[in-house]
């Protein structure tokens, strides 16, 4: 591929990532502010619903937003080998999907110990 080829797919998937984000982060929030207010309101049945719901809505996010950042890696890999005047404008290294995907899903994991630790608080 030529270099305008990459730096136009690299502007195509950098755009693509931030809807994938702010999908995360509304989700993660939305899911803390229900923990939160209702989470010892809830029965077994209802938290096991909205952990399932919430883990397959996490898990696809997550899944989107590392092959995004890892294509953007690959992307940047290739522009760095054509000696890219753009190339250090770019902040993706071959760690970048491990990192954000590893931040992510903590913040998955920590979510779900506040749901538990919500429903075991005495108010």
């Known amino acids: ?13 950098n755009s693509s990532i931030a809807p994938s984000i702010a999908l995360y982060i509304t989700v993660l929030f939305g899911y803390f502010v229900v923990a939160h207010i209702v989470g010892r309101k809830l029965t077994t049945v209802e938290i ?4 399932t719901v919430y883990t397959l809505v996490m898990g696809l996010g997550l899944t989107q937003l590392h092959r995004d950042i ?6 940047s890999n290739e522009l760095a080998a054509l000696e890219s005047k753009f190339v250090g404008q770019m902040v993706f ?8 995907t ?4 903590f913040a998955f994991i920590i979510s779900l110990l506040f749901m538990h ?6 108010t």
């Open 1 to 13: 591929m030529s270099e305008s080829e990459l730096l136009q797919l690299y502007a195509e998937m």
């Open 48 to 51: 096991v619903s909205a952990n």
């Open 70 to 75: 890892t294509v953007l890696s690959v992307i």
């Open 93 to 100: 290294s071959e760690w970048t999907p491990l990192v954000v």
């Open 102 to 105: 590893l931040i992510y899903f």
């Open 117 to 122: 630790h919500s429903r075991r608080r005495d």
